[in-house]
């Protein structure tokens, strides 16, 4: 089984390739058939400065239109959440609706409370998507211990769109 403190998102083969293909899809014109569910999320690396892309689950939907929450289901392993901490400037994509805004991660109560109430909604995906990348949570206790964990857990960044596109 998978190591949450060793491992980290796939860097190359099948899995990676699955993983990215929804961004094909965006960068085709095509991103409306992946719903409300998926956002492409356009990054600055850290390093390089030049943009990076990766498509996310929307975990929940904000009160504020165009606004967000998505899952680092590797934590801090993840090179994009290492990217919007360093630059927190991003545009996104939901369905067919562009934005220009800002990531923000949630402190970490409040991550783990979106993150168990995420399990409340949609409990058999939440357990599939946790299983994915290494972990097994069995109560909401647990959900809220991993959602709390912004280093080896699954904490939220919120979405927060400074202008449409």
Known sequence: MFNP???GPPASGIRRAVLRAPIRLYRMGLGGLLGQRMVLLTHTGRK???PRQVVLEVV???PEPGAYL???GYGERSQWLRNILATPRVR???GRHRYRGTAVPLPPEESGRALADYARR???LAERLMRSVGHDPRTEADFESLGADRRTGVPLIA???S???
Do not use: D, T
Request: net charge positive.
């Open 5 to 7: 403190l060793k491992g």
């Open 48 to 50: 390089s400065g030049r």
């Open 60 to 62: 929940a939907r904000l």
């Open 70 to 72: 998505i899952a680092s």
């Open 92 to 94: 996104y994509q939901v």
């Open 122 to 124: 949609h409990p058999r």
């Open 159 to 161: 979405l927060r769109p």
């Open 163 to 165: 202008e449409r596109m």
